[in-house]
């Protein structure tokens, strides 16, 4: 054995037993100190009493990490992120002391979106808000229909009734153990990216979900209804799985814009789609996107990819991104089963510093594959709007279909809109269609509206809902009227 | 009541109305006639308030009001109206939507409650009938793939819904057939009141066939030459404008 490698060897074998717990802590500690190490790594499995898999798991994520190179090609810039300067479990908590330390702007936002003070002050992270439930509500419950715990519990009732399994996903690690074996990583692999890899390394919580065979889930799942759905932290881990014949639609986010300490966000969306299963995950995020200049929004890193792995199954993406300070997200579909179909619909924002790079990847494998993808872009202020996307089609993917659509809508002319659509096709039967346009709220456009009694925001509002109605309209209903709403608001004080 | 003086406008630096003098009372319908270029379509413009349009010098006061101090949507829920020549199209928002919102700003702006969808629809449906509107114009969206025709019956349905107390019509029987132009005399007529004043721009005299003016003016060159009754029209008609602007 050359002396190097032994060496090497040596050090490994050294580092793995003696310096388990290098820093100064224990388990019984509440939250571990800052920086990130292979000790974190297994601090936080130990935390959650994962076992032995899982952590192998978890530490095969993080080794692969330290070989990655922070990526460089997405449109969008921010200095240099700083990964040992962060809290990777339970962050002690360093928000403002009250409201009045809170940004005006946004508890403008929370008043013109109805949310009573006391919700406010838990969304804008003020120390203390969330420890006391207000008057009965859940936590952090935003949504007037779905805050009691009662009203959660009886749905949970309802789900297991079905054989739906839905909790959070550390949750499940323990009472569904063979399950996450077989699926976490099945889609986005340790290594897939280099925030994916961090994220498998270290994610605190999320969801996961299991619809049995042929079952309808009968009502709109929403990361609401989770009780203990507080605090899943900055890398958050879904997994959905859609037995054969099973059919779910699954609700992601707040349109409330939550501020939150942690920069940097990296969640990981698997779903998994088996033989005429359907899965819709619709998606509202409004991060807080920091001040007029920028300051202190979030960097919202995602990856989110879908596995229609059985004949006939379907994934439709929907999502309407009007916060965070940056946007780096592309929800994607291997299209896997014969005549299985991919879908993707999207409204992004950028205001003031907004940099959103957002789009898809459609992967055609099997045959008679079809994608859609509707991808709408509104740039105003300083804003930079990027759709980035990719329709590739494999030798196999015989007749297979992909129409695309981008548009871009520019509000004022400080900001941009930028399309880099991709096509890779390998298949002389495969039909691709791409259409693309971009536009600006015509002057005459508003002037008709105020013509007509509406102010400036209103007009501005209902035309650029008008713009992203397509995709708005595959919201659920519950999602579809405060995303119209939203959009107006995240627009104000953008024209004149 | 609305009073305009000595008006002056320009767009661009290029000086289009000058020293306009007019005033229209209560109740009254007034056409305003001329040739292409006299400063027809931007006089309705500056009284609605479109940007771009710079007032030099002048006064324009309605009810009282400093008109020209008004934003467009502040003049709109205070009871003017613009029949625009060329309706703008608004795609992906739907026809019902968007007037529904207009009403119900002009509802607030005048005390009254406002309407929800299913009122609405009542409100429309009955007012569609009787301008002999296909129901699905509500579904559609504002203006998008409307026939020239079309776009001009959906302007008088807003006209009607919001049933202003000055309405300016740019030239509102432009390419329209006798139907449509019955339509829209019909529209009219059935608004005029004691609290209801017009001012029609027109090109031609036919429509005033249908909607009988108190006054006709002439204007030329930005300011009106000629003023008259309904009887100025059939003149102009027979003799062209090039004999008013000669004399």
Known sequence: MPAITETLETVQAVTDSGYKWGFETNIEMEFAPKGLSEDIVRFISAKKKEPAWLLDWRLKAYRHWLTMEVPHWAAVSHPPIDFQDAYYYAAPKQGPKSLDEVDPELLKTYAKLGIPLKEQAILAGVEGAGDTPAEGRMPIAVDAVFDSVSVATSYKERLAKDGIVFCAISEAVQTHPELVREYLGSVVPQGDNYYAALNSAVFTDGSFVYIPKGVRCPMELSTYFRINAKSTGQFERTLIIADEGAIVSYLEGCTAPMRDENQLHAAVVELVALDDASIKYSTVQNWYPGDAEGRGGIYNFVTKRAACRGKRSKVSWTQVETGSAITWKYPSCLLIGDDSVGEFYSVAITNNRQQADTGTKMFHIGARTRSTIVSKGISAGYGQNTYRGLVKISPKATDARNFTQCDSLLIGDKCGAHTVPYIENRCMSAKVEHEATTSRIAEDQLFYCRSRGLTQEEAVGMIVNGFAREVLKELPMEFAVEAQKLLAISLEGSVG | ?247
């Not at chain 2, 009073?3 to 020293?19: F, M, P, S, V, W």
């Not at chain 2, 400093?66 to 020549?85: H, I, K, S, Y």
């Not at chain 2, 607030?108 to 009122?119: F, L």
């Open chain 2, 1 to 247: 009541m609305l009073k305009i003086e000595n008006l002056h406008a320009t767009i661009d630096g290029k000086q289009i109305l000058n020293g306009l003098t007019l005033t229209i009372a209560p109740g009254e319908l007034h056409a305003i006639m001329g040739p292409n270029g006299s400063g027809k379509s931007t006089l309705g413009y500056v009284l609605a308030g479109r940007e771009g349009y710079e007032v030099t010098e002048g006064s324009v006061t309605y009810n009282g009001h400093d008109l020209l101090a008004m934003t467009p949507e502040e003049r709109a829920v205070a009871g003017v109206f613009l029949a625009f020549q060329a309706p703008v199209e608004l795609p992906g928002v739907g026809n019902a939507n968007f007037l529904r919102t207009a009403l119900n700003a002009v509802r607030r702006a005048r005390g009254e409650t406002e309407v929800d969808a299913m009122q609405f629809l009542k409100l429309a449906r009955a007012r569609m009938k009787v301008l002999n509107m296909a129901d699905d114009m509500l579904k559609r969206n504002v203006n998008v793939g409307f026939s020239g025709g079309e776009k001009k019956r959906n302007e008088m349905l807003q006209m009607a819904m919001l049933s202003p107390s000055l309405a300016l019509l740019d030239e509102t029987d432009s390419g329209l057939d006798i139907d449509a132009l019955k339509m829209v005399a019909d529209t009219v007529n059935s608004l005029r009141g004691p609290n209801f004043s017009a001012l029609v721009i027109t090109h031609y005299q036919r429509l005033l066939n249908h909607i009988v003016p108190d006054r006709v003016h002439v204007l030329s060159a930005g300011r009106i030459i000629r003023s008259g009754g309904p009887e100025l029209a059939e003149e102009l008609e027979a003799t062209g404008y090039a004999a008013s602007v000669a004399a």
